[in-house]
């Protein structure tokens, strides 16, 4: 008999006591801000190349986004500049319990998205071109292909766009077995170990400092998510980044409706391991304003002008709490990072009650299934949606990576190798370049290919 699934399955991942650590060390080749995906996989690649790396992450690994998204690991439908990491990062997922001895929940189920008009059939086709250069396997499906791989739909779709060799993976199991991985090679893995701000000397980093002391290094990367952008800003280092918030739902039980993952209009499914659903709205994203919204607002233009179909402005506790923040800290008092552990935004009952109607709109067959445990995560974007990758020029040693925005969980493995050669100077293949963060001071044109 299996076991039972617990209700808060993945809230455990942010709900667990946090332990602070006993002693962090003394110095370090590389230190990492940030337990995130991103994090988390560059200490893995330094550590099996023997690079002496120490990860700090201010409150539990996976907290954040890493723990909170929908487990979509796909290619499908990527920016052009995302393509070689991308390819990389499923070659890395295809093997990675085995490397690892964990599992991650690592499926090649596939990734639909349904049109619901012959419009937006025609949209999804102009990704083929890609797909065909890079040797993607992806496809048009008719409604009749389409209903060999999702069954007892209420709606009419026109056909989708199909690659059977996109996979869905459990965010709440992939990271922290991958951080398990990267400690059990020789990384220090902190939790409730947050990085308050970096030190120089001769005009490079000579060390960070953490709530519990200094670790001596020349090499950091600032993988912080939500967060890079104020870490960077208190060093001077502008991070054009937002935030917008995504509720997302499991279920437990319900009819066999598909196994991979399907986006359309309505909804944002795909199957669990536990043989459930994670489940968001199709077209429902929340952006609260805050200070952050007006100083790149002209940077954002074209993102907003892409999303604004779905997305909901409003204006509220957000923005007083950033506007109370301080844009810089002294190194030896509490900083705004451990004012806030984990970013535990809460989730919108009106995108709960929209994923509850949807779901029976598209699958009648769902309408008995519980929606027993329901969250949020804050998505942070750059004003292209894709990421920002860089060592920071007027500050050597100091790095940064981030931007990730809605689709950095299934990249992540990938950007980590690539992240790890960036690190100690050597070439794993991949051109960072199309990545810089500098591309959004040096007039180049900002244009989203993909959304959020
Ligand atoms: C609702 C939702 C759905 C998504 N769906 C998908 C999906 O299906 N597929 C996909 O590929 N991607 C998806 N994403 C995006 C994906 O989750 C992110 O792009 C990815 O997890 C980003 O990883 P990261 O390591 O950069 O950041 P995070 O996971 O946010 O990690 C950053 C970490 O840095 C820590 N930190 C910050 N500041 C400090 C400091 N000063 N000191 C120490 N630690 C610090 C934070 O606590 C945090 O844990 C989704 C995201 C959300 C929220």
């Known amino acids: 008999m299996s076991e039972p699934v617990p209700v808060d399955l993945v809230a455990q991942t942010w709900e667990r006591a946090l332990k602070a650590p006993a002693k962090i060390p003394a110095s370090a080749d590389v230190v990492i801000i940030g337990g995130g995906i991103v994090g ?62 964990e599992d991650v929940g690592y499926v090649q189920t596939g990734t639909l998205f349904a049109a619901s008009s012959d419009a937006q059939l025609e949209k999804f086709s102009a990704w083929l071109k890609v797909a065909d250069e ?12 389409l209903a060999q791989h999702v ?68 090499v950091v990367l600032c993988a912080a998510g939500a967060w890079s952008s104020m870490f960077c800003r208190a060093l001077g280092v502008s991070v054009p980044q937002l935030k917008v918030r995504g509720t997302v739902v499991r279920t437990s039980g319900g009819d066999d409706v598909l196994d991979g993952n399907l986006f359309d209009d309505h909804l944002g499914i795909r199957r669990r391991q536990d043989g459930g659903y994670t489940i968001a709205h199709g077209t429902m994203l929340d952006h609260p304003i805050t200070p952050a919204t007006f100083r790149f607002a002209f940077k954002f233009l074209p993102a907003l002008m892409q999303e604004h179909k779905g997305l ?5 506790r957000e923005f007083l709490d950033e506007w109370r923040t301080p844009k810089t800290w002294a190194l030896d008092d509490i900083s705004p990072f451990e004012k806030t552990r984990v970013l535990n935004p809460a989730p919108n009952p009106k995108v709960v009650r929209g994923i509850r109607q949807n ?27 894709v990421p920002m ?18 689709h950095g969980f299934g990249i992540g493995p990938g950007a980590g190798r690539a992240l790890a050669g960036l690190l100690t100077g050597s070439d794993t293949g991949i051109d960072l370049t199309p990545f810089r963060l500098s591309r959004f001071f040096d007039g180049t044109p900002i244009r989203p290919q993909a959304s959020v």
């Open 151 to 218: 069954r007892g739909h209420a709606v009419t779709w026109r056909g989708a766009m199909y690659t059977a060799t996109d996979a869905r993976a459990e965010p709440h199991k992939a990271t922290t077995a991958i951080a398990r991985a990267a400690a059990r090679k020789g990384a220090t893995v902190l939790s409730a170990c947050a990085v308050r701000g970096i030190e120089t000397a001769g005009g490079r980093v000579s060390a960070v400092v953490t709530e519990h002391g200094r670790i001596r290094t020349s």
């Open 40 to 101: 988390v996989c560059t200490a893995w690649f330094l550590a099996k190349q023997g690079v002496n790396v120490t990860l700090c992450e201010k409150g539990h690994i996976a907290g954040e986004q890493s723990g909170r998204n929908w487990g979509w690991v796909r290619v499908q439908a990527r920016d052009t500049r995302e393509m070689p990491m991308i390819i990389d990062s499923l070659n890395i997922w295809r093997g990675l319990a085995d490397e690892i001895g």
């Open 359 to 385: 779901m029976k709109r598209v699958f009648p067959g769902l309408a008995s299934a519980q929606i027993v445990e329901a969250w949020a995560g804050m998505v942070e974007t750059s004003p292209d949606v």
């Open 134 to 145: 890079y040797g993607i396997d992806t496809r048009i499906l008719s409604p009749e292909d």
């Open 389 to 406: 990758i860089e060592q920071i020029a007027s500050i050597p040693g100091f790095h940064v990576a981030t931007g990730f925005s809605g």
């Open 312 to 316: 909901r402005l409003s204006i509220g």
